[in-house]
């Protein structure tokens, strides 16, 4: 079974970017068809999906947030990123890393990112 964990600031300014990295064990982000998502969840909200990188390392994102949303991945260490640039205090929630593109096996726990000054 994947286990995947994110880490990163918790607290983030208004007009900086956001940055995530999601740590991949008991699998690797390379192998054929699997794909990585990023998903967020405002709070009094629903999940949102914000991206994927695939296991070549092509990315999709979600046509509302393309704009600021880049997502990248680190094969050495079995790990991928999100950056959401620009962000406001609409951007608070919790976020999580996950495999699969429209049905997700494994979550990371998530983690709390707060946009505030």
């Known amino acids: 079974q994947v286990q995947l964990q994110e880490s990163g600031p918790g607290l983030v300014k208004p007009s900086q970017t956001l940055s995530l990295t999601c740590t991949v064990s008991?699998?690797?982000?390379?192998?054929?068809?699997?794909?990585w998502s990023w998903i967020r969840q405002p709070p009094g909200k629903g999940l949102e999906w914000m991206g994927v990188?695939?296991?070549?390392?092509?990315?999709y994102y979600s046509p509302a947030l393309k704009s600021r949303t880049s997502i990248s991945r680190d094969t050495s260490k079995n790990q991928f990123s999100l950056q959401l640039n620009a962000v406001t205090p609409e951007d608070t929630a919790v976020y999580y890393c996950?495999?699969?593109?429209?049905?997700?096996?494994?979550w990371g726990q998530g983690t709390q990112v707060t946009v505030s000054s």
């Open positions: 008991g699998g690797s982000i390379t192998t054929s068809y699997y794909a």
């Open positions: 990188i695939t296991y070549d390392g092509s990315t």
């Open positions: 996950a495999s699969g593109l429209e049905r997700f096996s494994s």
